[in-house]
């Protein structure tokens, strides 16, 4: 079947519709690794139109753009039935080594990771692709998408259920040449096509970022039994870069030095400490905000930290941080995201009648028995911010102009000790 036997409705010329296949391996102006101008010829000019000459291939994906917005695309032909494979390439040299464009051949959506059912396209392919980007990548440029994304949407095993739309393309990278990637009937799944959060109780952080001109970009951190502080493969899922302005990403807790759009770690055993990267190209003010919080537990606390500013922002209350990056550029020493279990920090009291609370900017300490010893203040991320010494009196109060937010009080004496979090407005 010729792409000239279907009802696209394009118009070749260079100032309108565009449609191409792109070759990992294919040489042209210099490169390995190439876009094909299907409609308008490979200069581009529109003097050598290639629809007539080009085979549908079926599991291959296509990129077409239309200078009209909403037109009606009509295709024909018959439907498969069985299964069908992509041949993906691997070139040394290549201007995106590694990287193919496949597409859903079926009529039917796809279960593309292991939410979504047991036997799904990561699952099925994970042995064919690269142990960094164990994931699918479908590109978004949707207005509706919040921030106007242009970038790609990641699909990883740490996601909730997801699913691929009939004809819907996108790349996947591959560790060897000549790899195959299947599209099993067994993939098929009448289900909704919408990016959903399912409800599989799995502890899900979205961190999200806007800057200048509502570029927008997120990463999940997903909580997973099973999985390491270091490399899981199709849990963890690098970052597939496609906004020349914007690209937020995470290191590995047990960092291997790369960029991570998905990272998958095992369960609230420990605290983490997770480093974050963006590339600003765009100087401006910033915004970093929770997009989404599913299933975190309440004693777990979630702090972001500029390590520039000195400023600790508790993402459970506070929700954003705002922020200036003055110079384009990559930023992958200044931002960590905590992560920590604050369990036992209200439990009941060891020393008899004490309490620490707060009021205005006056911590107060009421201490009946009138014990001594000393007092520490820390944020949720642990970091000492004042301490001074219990001294006897059965109510003391100290001044913490300095301090907002939430912190932990720790009160130590020969009799004991006393944990309690406050809150410092």
Not at 173 to 197: E, L, Q, S
Not at 286 to 293: A, G, L
């Amino acid at each position: 079947l010729y792409f000239d036997d279907l009802s696209l409705g394009l118009t070749a010329g260079a100032d309108n519709d565009q449609f191409y296949r792109w070759e990992e391996n294919y040489s042209y102006g210099g490169y390995i690794g190439n876009w094909v101008d299907i409609l308008n010829g490979e200069d581009g000019s529109g003097s050598n139109p290639l629809l007539d000459e080009e085979v549908f291939q079926a599991a291959k994906g296509y990129a077409v753009y239309y200078k009209t917005a909403s037109p009606t695309l009509s295709l024909s032909g018959s439907v498969y039935t069985t299964d069908q494979t992509f041949t993906m390439k691997k070139t040394t040299g290549s201007t995106a080594e590694g990287w193919n464009l496949v597409g859903n051949p079926f009529t039917s959506t796809l279960a593309a990771n292991s939410n979504a059912d047991a036997t799904n396209l990561i699952s099925t392919n994970s042995s064919n692709l690269d142990v960094t980007y164990g994931g699918l990548y479908l590109w978004n440029e949707q207005a509706s998408y919040t921030g106007n994304r242009n970038d790609y949407i990641t699909i990883s095993n740490s996601d909730a259920a997801k699913y691929v739309a009939p004809g819907q393309g996108f790349m996947v990278c591959t560790n060897a040449n000549n790899n195959t990637f299947t599209f099993d009937t067994d993939h098929r799944k009448h289900g909704t096509v919408t990016f959903y959060k399912g409800d599989d109780m799995v502890p899900r952080y979205y961190l999200a970022v806007n800057g200048p001109g509502n570029d927008y970009n997120d990463i999940l951190i997903a909580f997973i039994n099973g999985t390491s502080t270091g490399l899981d493969h199709t849990y963890d899922a690098g970052k597939l870069k496609g906004n020349p302005h914007i690209a937020l990403y995470s290191f590995l807790v047990d960092d291997n030095g790369k960029e991570f759009i998905h990272q998958a770690l095992p369960g609230f055993t420990e605290d983490y400490t997770i480093r974050l990267g963006l590339d600003a190209n765009l100087t401006g003010e910033y915004v970093f905000s929770t997009e989404s919080m599913e299933n975190i537990p309440d004693q777990i606390a979630v702090i972001l930290e500029d390590t520039e500013l000195g400023i600790y922002t508790d993402m459970r209350s506070t929700g954003n941080y705002v922020f200036t990056v003055p110079f384009e550029g990559s930023i992958t020493d200044r931002f960590y995201l905590h992560f920590k279990n604050t369990t036992g920090i209200s439990e009941p009291a060891l020393l008899s009648g004490v309490q620490a609370y707060s009021a205005g900017k006056v911590l107060y300490i009421q201490n009946p028995e009138a014990y001594t010893g000393t007092v520490k203040i820390t944020d949720l991320a642990g970091r000492e911010m004042m301490n001074f010494s219990l001294n006897g009196d059965v109510s003391q109060k100290h001044e913490v102009s300095g301090l907002s937010g939430i912190y932990i009080v720790n009160i130590k004496t020969n009799r004991g000790s006393y944990n309690s979090k406050v809150l410092i407005k």
